[in-house]
């Protein structure tokens, strides 16, 4: 583990940081860390844990398929960054991926969410997301769906109201929805 919150780091992330054998939790949130995110750091073989969260870190994230995103992740706390471009599905369909924070970034177009196997905790609030909520979520074990203060549009799918846990907390507030919400499941009155 190396868990360095708040501890006034500046610079870029080095590449060779992913390659550090056995490195399992990488905690270097709440500092002045910018530049991109090295792909080796994502592909990590053995990393669980990824927290970034609340520096200046930029550029996009790699859409290359699941080979770029290291298979037993089970955290990653990007949030609070500059991260840009779209959101790579095989990001959202990591077999092993319970807890998936970008929230306060610069994503931008439609969300590519569908098949969430294994997510509890998403948070993609304060992005420019647009476009429809997808409907193909089967989030069976979703606790938090904040989608808030983005671009997206159309009705809520009604979908939703049967695959979404109904004690889960799901923010979808500050969008541009339209036509009637889902009187069921986690958005029953």
């Known amino acids: ?11 870029t992330l080095p590449p060779d940081l992913g390659r550090v054998e056995h490195l399992r939790h990488l905690d270097l949130s709440g500092n002045s860390l ?4 090295p792909t080796t750091l994502l592909n990590a073989t053995e990393l669980r844990v990824l927290s970034l969260a609340g520096n200046a870190i930029s550029g996009e994230l790699p859409d290359a398929g699941a080979a770029a995103y290291a298979r037993g992740l089970q955290e990653l706390n990007l949030s609070g960054n500059a991260l840009a471009g779209r959101l790579p599905a095989a990001l959202c369909r990591l077999p092993s991926l319970v807890v998936l924070g970008l929230a306060s970034n610069r994503f931008a ?6 098949e969430l196997e294994t997510l509890e905790l998403v948070d993609l609030s304060g992005n420019g ?9 089967k989030g069976a074990r979703l606790r938090l769906l ?3 203060s983005n671009k997206l549009a159309d009705a809520v799918p009604t979908e939703l109201a049967a695959l979404v846990p109904a004690n889960a907390t799901v923010d979808m507030s500050r969008n541009n929805f339209t036509g009637a919400i889902p009187q069921a499941g986690p958005f029953a009155a």
Do not use: H, K, Y
Request: hydrophobic share 35%.
């Open 1 to 11: 583990s190396l868990v360095l919150p708040n501890t006034q780091l500046s610079g």
């Open 34 to 37: 910018s530049g991109g995110l």
């Open 109 to 114: 177009r439609e969300l590519p969410i569908g």
């Open 129 to 137: 997301f647009n476009g429809s909520l997808p409907s193909d979520f």
């Open 146 to 148: 904040n989608v808030s």
